[in-house]
T-cell receptor, first 112, second 116 residues
Framework: GENVEQHPSTLSVQEGDSAVIKCTYSDSASNYFPWYKQELGKGPQLIIDIRSNVGEKKDQRIAVTLNKTAKHFSLHITETQPEDSAVYFCAAKGDSSYKLIFGSGTRLLVRP | DTGVSQDPRHKITKRGQNVTFRCDPISEHNRLYWYRQTLGQGPEFLTYFQNEAQLEKSRLLSDRFSAERPKGSFSTLEIQRTEQGDSAMYLC??????????????FGPGTRLTVT
């Protein structure tokens, strides 16, 4: 069945360093890959997304890359700040459905 | 606030009781989704609506779960005869079907259900 795997489960970085979170997906027909940030007690917040016809997308300090051949995509956060600390989820949407399949999350801690 | 809203934010119930949650999507968003999130996991898809039509349901949605969106605006999710395994955060999301390539889903704050 459809599956999204996410690594690492926890990530601790020093303020100002970069953070990278990686995901792989199983459904080769997946065509949309969003990333969400979830803070304690809140719902997931869409921070960036990428479609299957694009290899890379950047928005200020965050960027996402997609390798369709290898079926993996990554989130890159540069110049991390303490307010970046949260749980980040990757997700994938199959070609024939609008539902999102989520990874298990990465808890990012940015140390001041 | 023009985001997705959910009510109640927290619900504590005893095993065997019925509960109902409400979701109000972003205005004019015609797709509405329900997900369930347990501690330390990503959201799991339950069902989604386009306008008032329920177009897809997950195997996770047992017979005790029912969702409605009668007028294509707000939606309700009811759980009958609750079990302790139903304890989770129930998330609602909405998206705009502006064109076939509109995929962005925006989530509400969730309803945290605790079954004792």
């Amino acid at each position: 069945g459809e599956n999204v795997e996410q690594h690492p489960s926890t990530l601790s970085v020093q303020e100002g360093d970069s953070a990278v979170i990686k995901c792989t997906y199983s459904d080769s027909a997946s065509n949309y890959f969003p990333w969400y940030k979830q803070e304690l007690g809140k719902g997931p917040q869409l921070i960036i997304d990428i479609r299957s016809n694009v290899g890379e997308k950047k928005d200020q300090r965050i960027a996402v890359t997609l390798n369709k051949t290898a079926k993996h995509f990554s989130l890159h956060i540069t110049e991390t700040q303490p307010e970046d600390s949260a749980v980040y989820f990757c997700a994938a949407k199959g070609d024939s459905s609008y539902k999102l399949i989520f990874g298990s999350g990465t808890r990012l801690l940015v140390r001041p | 606030d023009t985001g997705v809203s959910q009510d109640p934010r927290h619900k504590i119930t005893k095993r065997g009781q019925n509960v109902t949650f409400r979701c109000d999507p972003i205005s004019e968003h015609n797709r509405l989704y329900w997900y369930r999130q347990t501690l330390g996991q990503g959201p799991e898809f339950l069902t989604y609506f386009q306008n008032e039509a329920q177009l897809e349901k997950s195997r996770l949605l047992s017979d005790r779960f029912s969702a409605e969106r009668p007028k294509g605006s707000f939606s309700t999710l009811e759980i009958q005869r609750t079990e302790q395994g139903d304890s989770a955060m129930y998330l609602c999301a909405s998206s705009l079907n502006a064109n076939i390539l509109s995929y962005e889903q925006y989530f509400g704050p969730g309803t945290r259900l605790t079954v004792t």
